[in-house]
Nanobody, 121 residues
Framework: QVQLVESGGGLVQPGGSLRLSCAAS????????MGWYRQAPGKQRELVAT???????NYANSVKGRFTISRDNAKDTVYLQMNSLKSEDKAVYYC???????????????WGQGTQVTVSS
């Protein structure tokens, strides 16, 4: 079995910063693209940022210049540094990983359980 466990969410004031982490564990053979998505109340889940195994990154326009995604392949972990947070960044943030488990012949997508980020004064 595979688990993606997020941490680092919480309450922060507008203009503040948070760093999210997501560690993958279990019977993992290889991890491809990893990323972060978010879902605000009453809205659909949306892409925040992705990073390939070779560190190619992609960001939603709404977070460009404020958020930075990175990964540590040795630790099977992806990070999201969030700076200059705004009230509209409030959401549940979900980690995603495209990975291959031992015994499988193809990659499949896995999700974390989500971590709440609240931006409020």
């Amino acid at each position: 079995q595979v688990q993606l466990v997020e941490s680092g969410g919480g309450l922060v004031q507008p203009g503040g910063s948070l760093r999210l982490s997501c560690a993958a564990s279990g019977s993992i053979k290889s991890i491809g693209t990893m990323g972060w998505y978010r879902q605000a109340p009453g809205k659909q889940r949306e892409l925040v940022a992705t990073i390939s195994r070779g560190d190619a990154t992609n960001y939603a326009n709404s977070v460009k210049g404020r958020f930075t995604i990175s990964r540590d392949n040795a630790k099977d972990t992806v990070y999201l540094q969030m700076n200059s947070l705004k009230s509209e960044d409030k959401a549940v943030y979900y980690c995603y990983a495209d990975l291959k488990t031992h015994g499988s012949i193809s990659y499949s997508g896995y999700w974390g359980q989500g971590t709440q980020v609240t931006v409020s004064s």
